[in-house]
């Protein structure tokens, strides 16, 4: 009996282990419709990429290439932590950079902020010398500029915003709020006759960035959870907070939607557990 139950439990933590492993690897594609009068044309079809964290899926993230040539889509959204910049975890991103210049050769590509972005300006003397200046040097050279608090103008009444946010806002542990005219301060006042997008990668700060003016929202950071149960949603968030509010999929509150990527990588905890990495679809369909 004591040797039918080691070998059950042995089958189990083997069936475990190749279940994670499965959940670690790989990705979705997940696509969403947001309708508005406001868009003039009938559709327009964005794909969003967030918190890769230099993760190659493919060769170069060719697969990833290869599912983007297949949706053929008008923008490339990038919410951040497309790259590593944790202490123990940092290293080279150029074949991270590779994959977004060859993005850019086709489709027109937006780079927002992320807090390992932000991370890399903010501590320099932690990394090679230079190294937010040749992240930022070759995103320009290559026609993709990050937006740091920038406004650009995609269509006659759609405008994308890039989010800069303060490090004072990824705390962990706790929430600080933002207040007042920081974001008004920071973006400019957004324009109420058009439809306006705003990345921003954290999006604890949903209601704010509703209350700014954003109709729709483009986040990641929070990799879903990390371990998604049902009917709870993800486990833990990287502020370290336990079963996040916002942890992934599609939100509407506060008269905003908010797409909130699960994210294509991962970085201190490299697991996924019922929590599938993503490829992001969404769709802008004329109402």
Sequence with gaps: ????????????????????????????????QIYDERFTEDNTVIVFLSDLHNKQHGKGNSQVYADIDEISPDYVF???????????????????????????????????????????????EKYPEGTFDKLTNTLSDIGTPILVNECVHLKE?????????DHRYYRKFITRRIKGDYLNNILGKPDEN??????AHNPEHFESYANWGADLVMSGHVHGGIIRIPYLG????????????????????????????????SHTIPIRINNKAELVVVELIKK
């Design 157 to 165: 009444n759609i405008d994308l915003y890039g989010l800069d946010l």
């Design 234 to 265: 993800g486990v833990i968030s990287p502020a370290m907070k336990l079963f996040p509010k916002y942890d992934g999929g599609l939100f509407s509150e506060y008269g905003a939607k908010m797409v909130l990527s699960r994210g294509l990588g």
């Design 194 to 199: 058009k439809y306006n997008i705003l990345l």
């Design 1 to 32: 009996m004591v040797v039918l139950i080691a070998v059950i439990v042995i089958l189990v933590i083997i069936m475990l282990s190749i279940y994670v492993y499965k959940e670690s690897i790989g990705y979705s594609i997940v696509k969403y």
């Design 78 to 124: 990038i919410g951040g932590d497309m790259i590593t910049s944790c202490l123990e975890k940092f290293s080279d991103f150029m074949g991270t950079l590779d994959f977004v210049r060859k993005l850019s050769d086709k489709y027109r590509v937006y780079y927002g902020m992320g807090n390992h972005e932000e991370r890399l300006r903010r501590r320099p």
